[in-house]
Structure formats: C-alpha cells, structure tokens
C-alpha cells in the first residue's frame, strides 16, 4: 500500500521524502518476499518457485520503479512534446511577433503619413490571429493535460479546428497584405518581413502537427504510459502469484493449513489494503490535480478566450502550485502585458506625429469636434489658430531635411511651452500646426497669445551648428461666431493664415467673410495661370540696353509677359507671385530659355556680331537644383553661350538664406556668365553683399531715375550708386530712361549703360531694334 501510494504521488511531483520512502519500501519487501521463499523451499510443494517468481517481479518492479522515478525528474522526458514546444514553436512564435513589430517599424519610417494610418491598421489585424493560434495551442495542451485521454480529439477538437481557422485567415490576410504593397510599389519595405513571416509560420505548424503527433500516442506522458504498462501488471502479477500461493497452501496438509491460510490472508488482507488505499490516494490525487493544475490551466483558458475576444476587464491573475503549471501562467500574463504594451503603442502612433510627438490631424480633429460640441451647449468660444512657417521650405533645401526636421522639433516644444494644459498643439503636415484654445470668452483674448507665438518662433535657433531665423504666419478662426462646422473651420483658419502671408508674412490675421472671397478669387486666377502655362501663353518680349555713350547694343533684357487671350499683354505684377508660390515658374522656364536662345541667335546672324541676353532669376528659381543643374549643363555644354548670357537677380534675394545659390552663382560666373544685382536701391541689399557676391553690373531702379533732372535729392543718389558701384569695378545700368535730360545727366555722372523707352521698348520680335533715331541721339 505504501509503494502504490509513493508511487502516485512521484507521478504528481518528485520529492525526495517519497523517493526515500519508495526506496525503502521496495527493500522491505524484498526483505518479506526473501523471508517467504526461505520458507516455502522447506515445503514439499512447488510454492518455492512462486516465490522465486515474486523475488524476480519484484527486481522487475524496483528497476521500472526507478526508471519512473528517472523519467519523472526531466519534463522533457516524461512529456517529450515539450522539447519540440522549447526548441521549435516558441522561437518561431518569437520570431514572427518580432518580424510584426519590425514590420510596424518600416511602415513608420519608410510610408508617407497619409497612408500610415490604413497600412498600421492592417498590420495590427495579423496579431491578433497569430496570438489566437499560439492561444488555442495552449488551450489545447492544457485541456490535454485536464483530460488524462489516449486520444488528442477527445477533448481537443474544437481547439484543433479553431488554430485552424486562425491560420487559415491569417494567411490569407497576410497574402492580400502582401499584394497590396506590390501593387502599390511599397515591396521595398515589407518585402523581407513578411518573407520571414512565412516561414515561421509553416514552421509552427508543421511543428504543430508533430506536436499532435506526439500527444496522439499512448506515450504521449512516458510516466503514466510506463505506471500503466509495466508497474500496473507487475503489481497484479505479484498479486496473482500471491494468490497462487494462497490457493496453492489451501491444499496442503492439515498440519500447515491453519499457519498457510493466515499468511495467504495477511497477504490478501494487505493486498487489499494497498488497493483501498491505492484508490484513497487517486481521489486525493484527482483532488491535488484538480486545484493545483485543473482549476489554474481552466481560469487560464477562460482570460485567454477574453483576450481573443479583445475584451478589456480585468481577470484575477490564476495561482497554480506546480511549477509548470505557474511557468504556464506566467507567460501568459506576460503575453498580455505584452499585447496591451503593443496596443497602446499602435494607437499613440496612430494618432501622434512621429518627428515632433504632438497630436496628428486624426486626434486633433476629433478634439476640436469635441471641444465645437460643448461651445454650442454656451459654453464659452473655441480659437483655432493655422500657423504655418514662412519660408521653412529654403531651410530644407539649402541645409538639408535633418536640420528642418530638428527645427520642427524645436517649434514643436515652443509652442507647447506657451499653451495650458486644456489648450492642444497638434502638427498637420510638413511645417503647418495647428492651436485649440478652449473657453475664451471674446476674439481679443486670441491676439496676446497669437503675439507671444510670433515672438517665439522669431526667437533664433541653433540647429546643427546653424543660426536659423524663420517667422510664422497665423490665421485664427474663432466658433461659434465664424463656423460651428470643424471642415469649415478648418478651412476659415487656413484662409485666414494664407491672408496673413499675402499681407507680407510674420503676422496674424482672423478670419472675415472677404477672406473668402478673396481665395476664390486667388484660387480662380491660380487655375488660369496654370492654364495659360499648359497653353504656352507666357513668353519673353526683349528689351535693348545701349551703351550711354555712344549707343551701342550691350545686351538685350528677356522680360517674361502673359499675352491673355482677352486682356491682352499683362506684366509680372499680374502673375509672378503666382508662379513662385506655386512652382510652376520652374516648369515654365525650360521653353522661356529655348525661345531666349533662338532669339540670341537670330539677333547675333542679323548683327554679324554676338549678341548677349539677359535672364531674370527668383528666389524659387535658384533654390530649385534641378534648374540651377540643367543651366550648369547648358552652360558647359555650349548649347547656351556663357559669355553672353547676363544672370540678374534682386536685392531681396541676397537677404535669404541661400548657400546654393551662392554656390551657383559662382559655378556660373566661373564657365564666363556674368552676374547682374538688378532694382538696386529698393531691397535690403548692403555694402557687404557687393563685396561677397560676384556682381559685373549694377542696375539703379527706375525709381530713382525718373525724377534724376528735377529731384536734388534722386540726382545725389544717383550719383552716389555710380561711384559706389564703380568703386567696386562695377559698371552700372540705369532703368527707366525715358528723356533725354535724363540721358544727358546719367552720361554726365559716368553711367555705363542705359536701359528704357527712351532707346527702346520691350517687343516680341526677332528683327534688329536699332534705329536711325536713337543713333542719331547719341550722335547729338
């Protein structure tokens, strides 16, 4: 009875109490079985080979008994499964959660924002099934150890079809995943990972299918197989044979029967004995089982079943006293932190900007309807501010999107620096944010906080070694006065800002209803413009610029004119802000530089001499690599020729933030283009940028020349420019040249050349423009 009672409960857990006690017991009765054969060989009858036979099932039992024991003490040997669970499911079950998280990772990085949002939602629909699969596995095992069955389906059917299930449709979701970044050209990112993602998930389920294998066999736990198939009939043979001898006794000589029966009935007596109690000890095993293994593997099963289902109550952490079972529980609870971990990451992403961390167009939008909806309940007024940084583009191009991105990040803290608590900074795209101010109580409580804004984004910042200055541009709508709609007054605060950057930037405007008409109108005239570039209605007309002195043709100035088809010839005024805003002016430019080149050719065939051209370049224009390349590439190549071609720019350019300008600037001058500062007297242009930049003309606006024969004052400017540029062994052009007081003065001052309607006006024409008038003034 103590053997059977040792042994179950090895099969529960192997402590060295029972093993003492089992091996003790087992020499106890090879002791009593020893005793018994020395006794039985003194009798005539055959019962002393019973007894060898108990003395060798007994050797039997110690040594099966003692492979029990061996087998009981490995986990990996009692239940061979869980080599295969260790070494090749939970690796790939790693592996995959990890190809899910760096896949998550590549989309942020490598997707554009706008398609972010949809790519990550279908990436966090693959988790859930692969954590359903690894979920009914363990379901499956746990149910399986609940069960004690030789059979796997007897109580695993509905786990096994469920992985199933599971598999099935994460496969199919990770092939329409799969497709879709093929046909949107995004294999680049995800190709790898989701390569990886298949491969461990064919290897989980074939591993999957020899685990089933393994636990279908009647070995599937080699302790109860062997206690089952071995010591089980060991004992009933030791019991049949002690019942043979019983019987065997029974019919011996009166003499002995009394002292037979009484040892064959202490025998049976303590046979039955070790059977109560063997039962005794399976019920209080069942017991053991049930509250130690059982009941933590069922609550197990009941919170995984909850966290398939996503749901978000909390479930009491089950305790299990067997350390596998604890070991199982475990790691279930850190699945699920695991997974909560996860989750809360793949919303913050989805509703946070990845550069600066503050809220993304998604959150904020939903907050502004929310804050509209307790406005319209009388609780106060709601601001909206659009603020968008002037120039910010200039910052990327010329220093690169490493420094912009740092100075975002910078504005980023500013602005959260100057808000409450209630108040939300939100980042839209690029460099445009976005403020809510909740419970103002009137406009004028918007234009402090819209002042401290402005100074704070004025504020230098260092970024990279680099001493960057940009401003802002604010529109403000305020609700319910303006709008009650959150699109509409999304847009109010969005037309509001783009009137503050018509108004000369740096500054902040509140929304009006002229404001809209106002960008319908700008809207209206942006989709001509584009029009008429697609229609080729923009060209140059060329202008002469003479020699002041003897009325030589220096060189000829393209001026870009739209001929309309309805109000005719319209000057830059009408259009040029428009191009630049836009970009078409780069498109523009590649047919506007061809025309100047046939021009110049036709010009120099008719004249017998080479005739040199002049072209005006924007901000836009020098900031735009593409254009300043393919100049270069003209230059060198000879299809323009560089010794007469006149680049001009203005002074407002010079005030910029343009490196490679600069740079290209100097490459042009370099292959033998010359540089013009064109409207001199006008920007912000000083001394020091005539001495940095490699400027060979100097052009006096016509501002100052129009009044040169009346005006002491325009005449001592004048002057003045003229020998502040030849001073630098700069020549100088005077624009805007209309009479000849204004000729005989600018020759008297030592102006090199001139420039206006005096000696010509600006014509789309490709004959000499040269004529016996303006000889015969110079002449005079």
Request: glycine share 6%.
């Amino acid at each position: 009875m103590n053997l059977l009672n040792h042994l179950q409960r090895i099969l529960i857990e192997p402590r060295v109490k029972d093993l003492d006690v089992t091996e003790n017991t087992l020499e106890q009765l090879e002791q009593v079985l020893l005793d018994l054969a020395g006794a039985l060989r003194r009798l005539p009858s055959g019962e002393a080979e019973l007894a060898s036979g108990l003395l060798e099932d007994k050797r039997l039992l110690e040594k099966e008994v003692q492979k029990l024991i061996d087998v009981r003490r490995d986990v990996e040997s009692w239940f061979p499964a869980m080599k295969l669970m260790l070494e090749e499911m939970y690796p790939h079950n790693k592996g995959m959660l990890s190809e899910l998280q760096l896949l998550l990772q590549e989309v942020e990085v490598g997707v554009l924002l706008d398609e972010q949002v949809d790519v990550i939602a279908q990436i966090t629909t693959l988790q859930p099934l692969w954590l359903g699969m690894t979920g009914e596995m363990r379901l499956m095992v746990a149910n399986r150890f609940g069960l004690f069955s030789t059979s796997l389906r007897a109580g695993s059917n509905g786990h096994y079809d469920n992985i199933f299930d599971f598999a099935e449709r994460f496969i199919d979701r990770l092939h329409n995943f799969e497709r879709r970044f093929d046909s949107e050209s995004l294999g680049f990112v995800s190709s790898e990972s989701i390569t990886k993602m298949k491969i461990h998930f064919k290897s989980w389920m074939n591993s999957l299918e020899q685990v089933m294998v393994f636990m279908d066999k009647p070995t599937w736990r080699v302790d109860l197989h062997g206690m089952r198939e071995t010591i089980t009939p060991l004992l009933e043979r030791m019991r049949f044979r002690f019942s043979s001898i019983d019987l065997n006794l029974d019919t011996q000589s009166a003499d002995g029967i009394t002292q037979l029966t009484q040892t064959a009935k202490l025998l049976s007596l303590s046979i039955l004995g070790m059977a109560m109690l063997g039962l005794l000890m399976l019920f209080l095993a069942y017991q053991f089982i049930k509250r130690n293994l059982i009941r933590p593997i069922a609550q197990t099963a009941l919170a995984l079943k909850q966290e398939a289902r996503g749901g978000l109550e909390i479930i009491s952490q089950p305790i299990g006293n067997l350390r596998e079972t604890q070991d199982l529980v475990d790691a279930f609870s850190e699945m699920r932190k695991q997974v909560r971990n996860r989750q809360r990451h793949l919303d913050h992403v989805a509703h946070h900007d990845a550069l600066t961390q503050l809220p993304n167009r998604i959150l904020f939008h939903d907050r502004l309807e929310h804050a509209l909806a307790i406005a319209l309940r009388g609780d106060g007024l709601v601001g909206l501010m659009f603020l968008d940084l002037d120039r910010f583009k200039q910052v990327n191009d010329s220093l690169g999107h490493l420094v912009g991105d740092e100075l975002l990040k910078l504005i980023a803290e500013r602005l959260t620096s100057l808000m409450r608590s209630s108040d939300t900074v939100a980042r839209l795209s690029g460099d445009e944010f976005a403020v809510l101010i909740e419970g103002i109580s009137s406009r004028e409580d918007l234009s402090p906080l819209a002042e401290k804004i402005l100074r704070a984004v004025e504020q230098p910042a260092v970024v990279a070694g680099h001493e960057l200055r940009v401003s802002a541009s604010i529109g403000i709508a305020v609700a319910p006065y303006d709008d009650v709609s959150v699109d509409y007054l999304i847009r109010d605060a969005d037309t509001a800002m783009y009137e503050a950057k018509r108004q000369g930037r740096a500054a902040y405007r509140f929304f009006s209803g002229e404001m809209t008409k106002r960008a319908s109108e700008g809207l209206k005239r942006e989709n001509e413009i584009r029009h008429a570039v697609e229609s080729g209605e923009f060209t140059f007309h060329f202008q002469p610029i003479l020699d002041s002195h003897t009325g030589a043709l220096f060189y000829f100035e393209a001026l870009l004119r739209w001929q309309h088809p309805d109000r005719g010839i319209l000057s830059p005024d009408h259009f040029l802000s428009v191009l630049d805003e836009t970009g078409l002016i780069s498109t523009l430019f590649d047919p506007l530089l061809e025309q100047a080149s046939l021009f110049q050719k036709e010009q120099s065939r008719l004249r017998s001499e080479k005739v040199a051209i002049s072209i005006n370049l924007s901000a836009r224009l020098l900031n735009d690599p593409v254009f300043c390349r393919n100049l270069l590439q003209n230059l060198v190549s000879g299809k323009i020729s560089p010794g007469s071609l006149i680049l001009e720019i203005t002074e407002d350019i010079l005030t910029q933030e343009l490196a490679e300008a600069d740079q290209f600037l100097q490459q042009s001058k370099a292959l033998g283009a010359r540089i013009a500062l064109d409207d001199f007297g006008t920007g912000q242009a000083s001394l020091s940028h005539l001495r940095q930049f490699p400027f060979d003309l100097l052009k006096i606006d016509m501002d100052f020349i129009r009044n040169v024969d009346v005006d002491a004052n325009d005449a001592s400017l004048v002057q003045a420019m003229v020998q502040l540029a030849h001073a630098f062994n700069i020549n100088v052009v005077a624009e805007g040249v209309e009479n000849e007081a204004q000729l005989a003065f600018l020759q008297h001052q030592g102006c090199d050349y001139i420039q206006g309607f005096l000696v010509g006006f600006p014509q789309h024409d490709r004959q000499p423009i040269e004529t016996v008038q303006h000889i015969l003034l110079f002449q005079t």
